[in-house]
């Protein structure tokens, strides 16, 4: 999915650079409401697992490979504005150090696997925990097909740069379906390592899973009324 340097032409890049530029704007905003002496450590974590995690690559089909995106798992666990920064980071440490996508391309990169991501996959979260029982499989389920969604819908978005600013002689026709058909097998593997992920979380610190916050009863101190003497007796 990292686009490298050239696959999209200057000015698409540049316009999706002011987008990407807008999104941590917002996001560095956002985050204030999200972030917290309990987050902030989790988001550390976050962007570390999503590093080594995209670091790693699974084959998919016809010799092609994917890795995780990770932008609604950070969404989900930290908050989308936080999430979309946790990302940012990741690519722009993955770019900057290790070439791992271009430099030119940076804005397209954060725009399709930190903001969309993000976005999408808390978004679809949020609307299924409202529907679904209010339970840690159900956000278990949430969180699978959230992150199952968003990276169809990364690729879908980079399909959009690409009909606009593509610098190849590949026909969209031929792009459309290649992306989309590796793109759904790799959110497949997403969407488990997310669910497993966040289920994890949950069962052991439900407080500090951001987009399940609410679901799980307040824990409530039962205190024993001493028993009358006569009570005893009997």
């Known amino acids: 999915m990292h686009v490298p340097d050239g696959f999209i032409d200057a ?20 985050s204030r409401r999200e972030l917290d002496d309990l987050t902030a450590p989790l988001a550390g974590l976050t ?32 908050g989308p504005f936080t999430g979309v920064l946790v990302v940012s980071v990741v690519l722009a440490v993955q770019a900057l150090i290790f070439a791992d996508g271009g430099l030119t391309a940076l804005g397209v990169n954060i725009t399709i696997m ?26 278990t389920a949430a969180a699978f097909v959230a992150a199952l969604v968003s990276v169809p819908a990364s ?10 600013g593509g610098t190849t002689d590949v026909p969209l026709s031929t792009v459309v379906p290649a992306m989309l058909g ?3 097998l790799i959110g497949l593997g997403e969407a488990l390592i997310t669910a497993l992920t966040v289920s994890s979380v949950l ?12 679901l799980s009863e307040p824990l409530r101190l039962v205190v024993n009324e001493p028993r009358r003497p006569e009570e005893a007796a009997s």
């Open 11 to 30: 000015p698409v890049s540049a316009v999706a650079g002011v987008i990407a530029a807008a999104g941590i704007a917002v996001s560095l905003r956002g």
């Open 114 to 139: 930190a903001v969309v991501t993000a976005a999408v996959g808390y978004g679809v979260f949020r609307l299924l925990v409202r529907v679904l029982p209010r339970s840690r499989p159900s956000a």
């Open 47 to 78: 962007a570390a697992f999503v590093f080594a995690a995209q670091m790693l690559n699974f084959p998919v089909a016809g010799g092609t490979s994917g890795h995780l995106l990770g932008g609604a798992l950070a969404a989900i666990l930290v």
């Open 203 to 214: 069962a052991v610190r439900p407080d500090l899973v951001h987009g399940a916050r609410g």
């Open 182 to 184: 590796v793109h759904v």
């Open 155 to 164: 690729a879908l978005s980079f399909v959009a740069f690409y009909a606009v």
